[in-house]
C-alpha cells in the first residue's frame, strides 16, 4: 500500500516537473499536535511518530526522524522501500545538506508552502543559492493522490465570556496597535492560533487539546480582519464580531488576500511562526519587520480576572487530582487496574468538575519503568498493569472555562526501594527550592533554573528537560514565554520572568529501565518587596495536591526542605480541606501530615 | 591655569580647522588602569575621576562623566567654565546625542583614533552620517598644548621562565595559526595587552598594577611581529624573540605598518579592543574579521603548570593575609591605627613573600561606612582611623611569579551588631553555597550566580555588581572570560565554565552609611563526574583564609552551610597550619575552629 502510494506521488511530481519534494510533519500553524488531515507524511510513509520529514525523488524516498523514533520507525518503514535518516547521528546528512549534494543545476524543489515554517524555507533558499534550483511551494500534492483524506478539522467558534477575560478585545486591539506605531509596522499579520484567540477573546476546537481555530489575523491601523473557516462561525460570533467591527474572511482566502490587499507601509510578522507561502506572498510585496507577534508577550503576562479564575480552577482541579491519587493508593494491588484504565478514571474524575471543557493534552500514566520515557504513551492496546509494587506517575491537566491546568505527581504503590526514595525527594526538594525562590525583577528562567536542579546535580543526576515552562488561559498548556531552562544558546531570546506569568516547575529523576519521578506545580510569578535593590519578585503555588510522603525520606532533604515541604502541605489541607469529608478528609489529614527532621 | 590650557587647546583646534574634539580617558589598549601619559582630559578639565569625556567647541566644553562622580566633578570644575553633563540622569544628552544636535553640516570632528574604542567610533560615524561630518582622528592636538606631559611609560620586558610557563611560544602560535585557519583569517591583529603578554610568555609594567608593556602584534601564517617600544628590549628578550623567530618592530611604527604592510586575505581583529584608529588603517585596505581575539579564551584556560603555581602562590597569599588579619584583630583598639597605614602594612607583609613581584591593584582597605562604597580608596590625606567598634574589609592581592592573586576578607573590630552578623552569615552562605555547586558542562556564570545571590535576596538585599570575574596569570586582576553575573543583556554573549577556569566568588552587603561586607574567595573550575547526562563540574577554593567567626550567627545559617564552613575552615587550618607557629598557631586553630548549629 505504501509502495503504491509512493509510486502514485512520484508520477504526480514528474507531471509536475517537480524533482525533489518535501512533506513535513506540520499544519499552516506550527501548532504542537497536528490533526489527521495534516499527517500526509504518514500517509505516504507509514510511519506513525510525530517527528519526521519525507524527502521523495525520481531515485530515493528518504525519512529524517529523531532518536525517540529510530526503533518505531525502523518497524513501520519495513518493505516500503523508504531509507531511514536518523537525524544528529554522525554521518547522516541534514535535509538541507542532503538535497545540497543530490539536487543537479536548475532543478525543482517542491513543498506546501504552508505546512513549511519561514526559517526552514529560507534555509533552503541560501542552501541551494549556487545551485540555482526552483522552488514551487504553492501546491499541496500530496492531496491529488490521497482520495481519502480526512477532512480539514473544522469546530464552532465561541466567544468567552466577558466577565471571564478581564480585558475586551477592544483594549487588546489597542495594546497591539500601540506595540505596532512604536515599530512602526503598518500592518500586522498573525498565524500563529493561539495569539489569534487570545487577541479576538474567542475558542473553538480544531486542533487536539488546544482550544484554537485554523484562522489567521491581519491587522492595521482602522482595520482589523480574521481569517476562519465559514462553518466556525454561529450567529453569535457573527454578532460578537460585528459588534467590535472585526472584518470576518475566509479561511480560504489569507494568500490570495496577502497578495493582493492594500499595504501603505511594512507588515509586522514573525518568521518563526509564519508559514514559508504567507512570508513570501508578503515580503514580495513590501518590507517585512520580523520579530515576535505582540500579543505573545501580552498574552503571557495574564490579568487580574485571568489570574482569580485561574487560582480557582486550580484548586478545583488539585481536589479531583487528589481524589484520584487516594484512590490509587487505596486500590492498587487490590483491585485489577491498568495505566489506561486509571488514566481514563481520572480523565473522567475531571469531567466532573464545574466548568470543565476537555482535557490540555492526553494524560500521561504510567507505571515503573514505563515513567522513565518522557513520550510515553499509554494506549487501550499497549498498556502496563498496575500491582502495589512500584512508582506510578501521572500528568495531566483540564481545560476549564477560567484556566487551563496542568499538574505531575508520581505516588508511591507498595514498597519502593531506597534509591527512589533519595531521588524522589530530591525531586521534591528541588521543587520546593525553586517555588520558594525569591529574585530580582530582570531575571530570566536561566538564571534560577539551578534552583530546582542543583539537589539532582549534586547527585550528578540530570534530567534531559527544561524545568518549567508557561501555560495558556483556556489555551494551550505549552505557551511560551516564561520558560525555565538552563542551557545557553548563544543568541537566543530569553524571557526576563513578569509578574503576572505563570510557569510549570516540574524536575524529575528518569531511570531507564527502572523508575521516572517527576513533580510538577504550576507557579504563578508575584511582585514582592521593592526597594533600592530593585523590584523582588517570588512565586505562589497555583497547584494544592499532597506529595507522597510515603516516597519521601528526609535524610534526604536539609532542614530547610521539610520546612519547605510541610508548609506547602499545612496549605494544601488548609485549601483543599473544605472539598473533603469523611474518611477522605481524615486521609487528607494524614497525607499532608508534618514531618520532623 | 585650567581656563588657559582650554584657551589653548581651542586655538590649537581652530587652526587645525577642527569645530568638535573629543577627549576620552583611555590608553591605545583599552586598559583599565590608564598611566599618568594619557591623562589628557585631566589635563585639560582638572577633573580628577577615573571615568570622564569632554568634547571642545569653539562654543562650549562639555564634560561627560558617571554617577560615581558628579559631586567631585561639580567641585572639581568650579570655575573652570566647563559644563558637566550628568550620564545616564534624564534629560542628559549622550555624547553622539550632543554632537548630533550640534555639530552642523560638513564640520569637522576630531580626535585621537588611538585613545577611541572601535565601538564608539563607528557609532558616531552612524549617528553623523546625515550631517556629512568630517572625522579627523590622526592626531593627538592635546599633544601640542601639554607641554610638561609625562613621558609615556617603559619597563623593561622580562620573560616568563620556561618552567613557570607550561606551554612556549611556539605551542601558543599554533594553537593561534589553527584557529585563524578555522576562521578563515590570513591575519591577526592583536592590540589587547594581556593576551599579547600571555601569548609571547612576556611581561613588563607599563600599566599600574597590570604586567604589561605597550605592545601590539600581527600574526600571519608565516610571520609574528611583536610591536614595543625599543626602550623595553633586554638583550635577553632579544636573543628570546629572536630564538623564536618572532620579528620585532617598533612600537610607534604599527599604524604605518598596518597601513603598508602586505596582506594576503582577509584581517581578524577584535573590534571591542581594537582602537578606532587601527581598524581605519585595516578596514580601508581589507575585510576585516570581527571577533574576540582567539588568545582570550585560550588565556583564561590555566594549564597544570599554571594550575599548580596558582594553588602554591594562593596558599602563601593567603598566609600573609591570615597573619595580618590576626593582627588587626588583636591589636584594633589597642594601637593607633588607620585604614592607610594598615593597607601599608598588610602591602609590606605581602612584599615579603617569596616571588612577590607587585601588587595585582591598589588595597582596599576601609572601615565601617567607607566599605559600603564600592570604589572607596583611602590614601594618606583622607583615610579614617580604625578602632574597636565595627566591621573593616580588605580587598587585595599580589603579583607573583606563578599567580595574580585576589582576595577579600572582612572582619568583626569590637562589638558589632546583630544587623550586621546576619549580614556576615549571608555573605558567607551565598559564598560558600557557589562555591560547593556542581552544575553540567555548558552552563555559564549566568546560570550559577543565584547560588551565591539567594540567601540575600531571601532578605530583599542584592549587590549591585556581578558575583565573579576571571583572574589572569601573573597578567591582569580582572581578566574576562569567566563572568558569573546575573543580568540578562540581549545579545551579549556569554562564556561557558570550562575546567581549568579561575575566577572570583565575591557576594556582599553594603548598606549606605553603615557598613560594607564583601567575602572573596578565588575558585578553579574543575571536572567532577561523567556520566550519561553529561560532564559534571564543579569548583574547588584557591584561597585558604579564615572567615571570622567573631561575625557569624549560625541562626542566620542552615545546617547544610555551617557544615560547609566547618569544611573550609579545616581545610583552611589543614594547609596553613605548616606556617604558622607558637601563638600564632593557636590562634590560627581558634579562628578555623569547627561551630555547632
Redesign the interface.
Known sequence: MIRERITAIKSVLKDAGIDFYIVPTSDYHNSEYVNDYFKQREFLSGFTGSNGTLVISRDEVGLWTDGRYFVQAERELTGSGIVLYRMNEEGVPTIEEYLEKNMKEQQILGFDGRVVDTCFGKNLEKCLADKKISFVYDKDLVDTVWTDRPKLPVSKLWVIPEEKNGQTVEEKLTLVRGAMKKAKAAHLFISKLDDIMWLYNVRANDVECNPVALSYTFISENEAVFFVQKDALTPEAEAYFEKYHITVKDYHEVAAFLADCSLDGSVWCDCDEVSYLMYKRLSERVEIIDRRNPTTLMKAVKNATELKNIREYYLKDSVALTKFLFWMKQNAGKVEMDEYSVAMKLDSMRAKVEGFLDLSFPTISAFKENAAMMHYSATEDNKAEIAADGLYLVDSGGQYIGATTDVTRTIALGQITDEMKKHFSKVVCGMLRLAD????Y???G??????AR?PL??C???Y?CGTGHGIGYILNVHEAPPNIR???N?GT??D?LEAGMIVSDEPGVYIEGSHGIRIENILEIVN??K?G??Q?MGFRHLTYVPIDLDAIDTRYM???DVERLNAYHEEVYRRLEPYFEGEEKLLLRESTRQLEY
Open positions: 525562590a525569591k529574585f530580582l530582570g531575571c530570566t536561566k538564571s534560577v533554573d539551578i534552583l542543583e546535580w549534586e550528578y543526576i540530570d534531559k538552563w542551557r545557553y548563544p531570546k530569553e526576563i514582592e518587596e526597594n535593590d530593585g523582588f536539609e532542614p530547610r
